[in-house]
């Protein structure tokens, strides 16, 4: 029988193992996953002029291997290599090396008519802590690569091991179980991956029904906090919650009239939460209980009318916010706009935000890629 955070399931094995896990400290975790946590580095790092590159870059199908120009999520593995989640399959690069997987995220869809269609929608891809990766697809459940399993190198989740098919997002806690967490809107499912055998794990679902402070099953995004490895959900609702991955719970209600659906989440090192909304932004601070919102009306008609739809920070005093309008950054208290006008954008519509660990800022559009870096890009 093993014990997990609160949970307990019976696997077979031919030794005990035990195992005690410590809650790490920020700076030891800050230190330890830079790349997984969008940090950038020391401020006062020497680079090789040569190594630098121009600020931007783009990449798209016409000029680039990646398979689809509408980017839903970005995430970095740990070998440097950066996912790129699309409509049609996923792509990813390092050191302008390309590689894409599409058959393989393959499912099925239905119609009106009955008529049926190969999709691979991609929604998100994290990293396990056992470096096999996770794809959440929009009707096809989650599937897991792991390139160094001798006997399962693929594998697929669906109802009724996840709460839905259609998964909005997925997340995965690398420090110390392992835990993958995808959000539906019937749910949020955690995965508990075996210590004897990394092929298996055990699934649970959370919903309103067992859990008293989820306030909606209606999730949009998931993320881990690096300050305290805890995990955060968005809901439709306006809510953000909390889970230490025990027993401790926390639900923070946005205020009307700013209680959109939150659709992305990021964090910084005072531990504030960063939320994008189906209408503007906000920040939680949740030692204090406060709220900012960042509207049209509160911004000075810079964070435009509609949805924030990714929010990224460079942990210190940089936030992002991907829009319709295009690219907004919040420096201390300096507000500047990136869009088609002023700068080589792809499209002014931003959907995804990823720091990377050499500080370039990858921005995923709705036609392609931009790698954005004032030093010059560094790759």
């Known amino acids: ?63 680039s291997p990646l398979v689809d120009n509408k980017i839903n999520a970005i995430t970095i593995d740990s070998e440097g290599k950066v996912w790129f989640a699309t409509n049609d399959g ?34 998100s891809i994290a ?45 995965a806690e690398r420090l110390q179980v392992g835990d993958v967490w995808c959000v539906t809107l019937a749910g949020a499912s955690r995965f508990i991956p075996s210590e004897f055998n990394p092929d298996q794990g055990v699934w649970y679902t959370y919903t309103t029904s067992n859990t008293s402070q989820l306030p909606s099953n209606q999730l949009r995004a998931v993320a881990v906090n690096p300050n305290d490895n805890s995990i955060w959900f968005g809901t ?38 960063w939320v994008g909304r189906w209408e503007g932004a906000s920040s939680f601070d949740p030692d204090l209980g406060i709220w900012t919102h960042y509207t049209y009306e509160t911004t000075d008609r810079i964070i435009p009318h509609g949805p924030v739809r990714a929010v990224a920070t460079d942990f210190y005093t940089t936030r992002w916010f991907g829009t319709n309008a295009g690219l907004i950054r919040l420096r201390d208290t300096t507000w500047t706009t990136f869009n088609r006008s002023n700068s080589p954008l792809p499209s002014d519509t931003v959907s995804a935000l990823l720091y990377d660990t050499k500080g370039n800022l990858w921005i995923g559009t709705m036609n392609g890629v931009a790698v954005f870096n004032e030093q010059g890009t560094r790759f």
Not at 158 to 166: D, N
């Open 1 to 63: 029988m093993r014990m997990v955070r609160g949970y307990k399931y019976f696997e077979h094995s031919h030794s005990t193992l035990e195992i005690t896990f410590q809650r790490l400290s920020p700076f030891f975790i800050t230190t330890l996953l830079s790349g997984y946590l969008n940090i950038t580095g020391c401020k006062g790092d020497i680079v090789n002029q040569i190594d630098l590159g121009p600020p931007w870059v783009v990449y798209n199908k016409s000029n």
């Open 90 to 123: 996923a792509s990813h690069i390092r050191k302008q090396s390309w590689g894409s997987i599409k058959d393989s995220l393959n499912y099925f869809t239905y119609d009106a008519g009955g008529n049926v269609y190969i999709t691979r929608t991609v929604t």
């Open 127 to 171: 990293q396990g802590k056992d470096g096999s990766l996770w794809f959440g697809l929009l009707g096809g459940g989650v599937r897991r690569f792991n390139k160094f399993s001798q006997t399962k190198v693929w594998q697929s989740y669906a109802e009724p091991s996840i709460a839905s098919s259609f998964v909005q997002g997925v997340a």
């Open 236 to 273: 439709h609702d306006g809510s953000v919650v909390s889970y230490d991955g025990d027993i401790r719970w926390g639900a923070y209600h946005i205020p009307p009239p700013y209680d959109y659906p939150i659709s992305s989440i990021a964090f910084d090192i005072t531990n504030k939460i």
